[in-house]
């Protein structure tokens, strides 16, 4: 720094900055005042920080750097003895240091406040502090950035106002959910804790971009650039200006938020409340309404106890419609467009561990705005949707261990991550008892407790914007917990061959089933595709016609056959690809099983 240079800066500028800081003493004391009966500590700092702070730096932006190049004192100074970058230098300090100075005042004089009518830790004040100086240097840091663009400061803060509007508008980001304002949330204004380490680090980030980019403009090609942006603004630059103005401004009023949908509302049926969940379960054959209320009361039990266990936000109402003519095993979900919640289609006999299943895993997916089906996650949705109903029930939880020793020995090594392929490759049934084993391996490892704060951790809600691609990837949570996909890849394959020497007697019963798919060109009738079934009297083939970027195929259409041989009512066409599956009933498992799923390419 220059001693002489700060000298010269006190005479010009000090009635200015001393009239800026008498009205920010002001505008301080007003916030204080005001602010004493919100509830926050801190809460005026907050507020003045948040509105008088980016002024106040704007003033000593325009003051120390924009007046300099439009008066062409600049090159005066740039003749003397004490070189550019000295000079650059001290002028940024000396903003940093009275942003901070103002910092500190305002900070003081808050906690007098505060200490006037609570006792507050000292500890618990500096934090505060901290937040507010990081906040300061931050702010500062761009209005240095800004008003070395000269004729375009402005603009720079005009375009950051309005992202954050947008921000809060279109995405629905809450204004103490922003980068940088992070530094002055919730916490910060009740003095109870720190932000985030991520709000220190976005901070630090911007400051150095900023403060390196301002230097590039003073220091670089001898400082021309910052010469050439403090010339005013031609005609057609403020006519550019002005239209994009309108046209941010114009499509701001045409984008709206994503609206929020009313709960589903459950008018029939039998139906229970709950802590947190509404069950409606609506009685047909063989479910009886003695049964739909015992039905709906377990649901409710289940919801409840899960959504405290992970914390989840969501609580929408559940609607169980048991419909006659359907597979016990087949399940459905129905699309709700105008309303919230789960609603489901079942059979009256679909045993109630699958329907326990499905809205456990249709609420944790809902709180995840369905990233929890991630590929790299789904296969603890599953396990926990799995073992959830299942876990203070020895048998229930035995049977689905039965399920997973009737799977193969061994199993690709990214099998747990590449959980689309998995489950197209085994099928409903065994994907489930695949997912169970590794989850109920995790809990006999890590214990209950322990397993659900990582779980609590890897489902919770995430944000609904941009800031989502700064999540935490599962391995890097599940690491917290000191787990690894891969070693409990391998304990679930030593736990699944122990259940496979328990049940083996179970399994020898299974029957031994061959199945194939083939396809042919025959003229006049096209390309056929035809299964093959031997072991059984019967069997269920599904298929569908995938599209180029097609990995999961969802439902399917469903082609029954009696027989050994049936052909698919199906006519794809040479640069079609088609998934073609095969399932068993197995009555030793107590569930369908896929026996072959195979994708054809017709070349």
């Known amino acids: 720094m220059s001693l002489p240079l700060l000298r010269k800066e006190t005479r010009e500028h000090g009635p200015v900055l001393a009239a800026t800081a008498a009205i920010g003493a002001l505008a301080l004391f007003t916030m204080l005042g005001v602010a004493e009966n919100s509830g926050g500590r801190f809460v005026g700092l907050t507020r003045f920080l948040l509105t008088i702070g980016p ?55 808050a906690l007098s406040y505060t200490r006037r009518t609570e006792v507050l830790a000292t500890a618990d004040a500096n934090r505060v502090l901290v937040c507010a100086a990081v906040f300061c240097v931050t702010i500062w840091s761009f209005a240095a950035l800004a008003g070395m663009l000269g004729r375009y400061r402005y603009l720079a803060w005009a375009a950051v106002i309005a992202a954050a509007l947008l921000a809060m508008d279109i995405a629905g980001i809450p204004l103490f959910d922003l980068p940088i304002i992070r530094l002055l949330g919730q916490g910060v204004q009740m003095a109870t804790d720190l932000p985030e380490t991520s709000a220190f680090v976005e901070a630090l980030v911007v400051t150095v971009i900023c403060m390196t980019g301002a230097t590039a403009l003073a220091l670089v090609g001898s400082g021309a650039m910052a010469s050439t942006l403090a010339q005013r603004m031609t005609a057609r630059e403020r006519a550019f200006a002005l239209v994009a103005l309108i046209a941010v401004g114009t499509i701001s009023t045409t984008l709206e938020p994503k609206p929020v949908q009313p709960p589903f509302e459950i008018t029939r049926g039998e139906r229970y409340e709950g802590r947190w969940t509404r069950v409606g379960v609506l009685p047909a054959g063989t479910l009886d309404a003695d049964s739909a209320g015992s039905l709906a009361h377990t649901i409710a039990d ?32 129905a699309a709700l467009d105008a309303s919230d919640g789960i609603v489901l289609k079942v059979a009256p006999n679909a045993p109630t561990e699958n329907v326990r299943m499905l809205v456990a895993h249709s609420l944790v997916a809902d709180s995840t705005l369905s990233r929890g089906m991630k590929d790299d996650r789904h296969v603890l949705l599953d396990g926990l949707a ?37 489950s197209e490759r085994f099928g409903e049934c065994q994907s489930l ?110 298929y569908r016609v995938l599209w180029p970027w ?13 027989g050994g041989s049936a052909v698919l009512p199906l006519s794809p066409s040479r640069s079609d690809r088609v998934l073609a599956v095969i399932e068993v009933d197995d009555e030793v498992l107590d569930c369908p099983v896929r026996v072959l799923a195979k994708r054809l390419e017709f070349r």
Not at 66 to 83: A, D, K, M, N, S
Not at 520 to 541: D, L
Not at 550 to 562: H, I, K, N, S, Y
């Open 433 to 542: 008892a695949l997912a169970f084993s590794v989850f109920d391996t995790l809990v006999q490892r890590s214990g209950r407790d322990a397993t659900l704060a990582a779980m609590k951790e890897l489902f919770r809600e995430p944000k609904d914007d941009l800031r989502v691609l700064f999540e935490r990837r599962p391995a890097a949570t599940l690491a917290t917990a000191g787990v690894d996909f891969a070693s409990v890849a391998t304990a679930a394959s030593a736990a699944r061959e122990q259940a496979r020497e328990r049940h083996a007697p179970e399994l020898a019963r299974r029957p031994m089933i061959e199945a194939s798919v083939d396809w042919r060109n025959t003229p006049g009738r096209g390309i056929e595709i035809e299964t093959t079934v031997s072991g059984v009297s019967r069997y269920a083939a599904y």
């Open 550 to 562: 097609t990995t999961d195929a969802g439902d399917m259409p469903r082609f029954d056959v009696l």
């Open 55 to 109: 002024l106040i730096a704007l003033v000593l932006a325009n003051r120390l750097l924009v007046r300099e190049y439009t008066g062409r004192t600049q090159f005066f100074l740039e003749t003397l003895p004490i070189g550019r970058t000295r000079v650059f230098a001290t002028k940024w300090l000396l903003g940093c240091g009275l942003m901070l100075l103002m910092a500190w005042l305002s900070w003081r004089l």
């Open 302 to 333: 289940d919801s409840d106890a899960l959504i405290e266990a992970l914390a989840l936000t969501e609580h929408p109402p559940v609607f169980v419609l048991a419909q006659q003519g359907m597979d016990r095993h087949v399940m459905q979900r």
């Open 386 to 422: 799995t073992y959830w109903p299942m876990r203070d029930d020895e048998a229930g939880r035995e049977r689905w261990w039965l399920r997973a020793a009737s799977l193969p020995d061994t199993l690709p090594v990214d099998y747990l991550t590449n959980w689309a392929e998995t």
